[in-house]
């Protein structure tokens, strides 16, 4: 069975102030790992898709990386605009077609 | 949302009453999806279907049953709906690409 933790559950931080989220997880074959944003009311928006270990993605102040266990979102120089709640998912090559996801890391950026 | 619309965007329901949400792509793609999002819980798969009418069942199928009658709309329907049918349902589209998917805009549905 698939699974996905991220941490931290929630991150305040300062404008400015970088840091990273985490996705961890455990799969049986991984054809892809996928970071979402998602803003209150709204439906996840997709950002970026892994498929193997040492892949790398940018788009402006996000960055996303990979390893055989886990992955990370760094979060460079943010803005209040980047507050969201950020979903990592995974899809593996057995089971059902669809995408197991995290609960979420809950970010706020203070002006 | 990438083409995807969703109907309706808000619906409240009474224990055992019946309903259908709709979900409908611009695009020709073959996989369509329907999860659930809870409070403290991750997007969970409920059916999805891999082209025009073929479906099959996700992580949570029990209570719901879906419809794939053409390639541009996947319904799901309550027969019975219950208070623990009370989520946020979204439908997502897979375009064949690199396996990402993309997401509607959701139903909030609230069972009393």
């Known amino acids: 069975e698939d699974q996905v933790t991220q941490s931290p559950e929630a991150l305040r931080l300062q404008e400015g102030e970088s840091s990273s989220l985490n996705c961890s997880y455990t799969v049986s074959g991984l054809r892809g790992l996928f970071w979402y944003r998602q803003d209150p009311g709204k439906g996840p928006e997709f950002l970026f898709t892994?498929?193997?270990a040492g892949e790398e993605k940018e788009k402006e102040r996000l960055k996303a990386t990979l390893t055989k266990k886990e992955s990370f979102l760094h979060i460079t120089a943010p803005k209040p605009e980047d507050s969201a709640t950020y979903l990592c998912a995974v899809q593996s090559g057995g089971g059902a077609d669809g995408l197991t996801f995290g609960k979420g890391t809950h970010l706020i950026i203070q002006p | 949302n990438a083409g995807v619309t969703q109907t309706p965007k808000f619906q409240v329901l009474k224990t055992g009453q019946s309903m259908t949400l709709q979900c409908a792509q611009d695009?020709?793609?073959?996989?369509m999806y329907w999860y659930r999002q809870d409070p403290g819980m991750g997007l969970r798969l409920i059916y999805y279907?891999?082209?025009?009418?073929?479906?099959d069942k996700g992580e949570v199928p029990n209570g719901y049953n879906v419809s794939r009658l053409n390639k541009r709309e996947f319904s799901l329907r309550l027969e019975s709906a219950a208070p623990s049918q009370t989520s946020v349902y979204f439908c997502a589209i897979d375009p064949g690409q690199g396996y990402e998917q993309y997401f509607g805009p959701g139903t909030r549905l609230t069972v009393t």
């Open positions: 279907s891999a082209s025009e009418g073929t479906t």
């Open positions: 695009m020709n793609h073959n996989s």
């Open positions: 892994l498929y193997s």
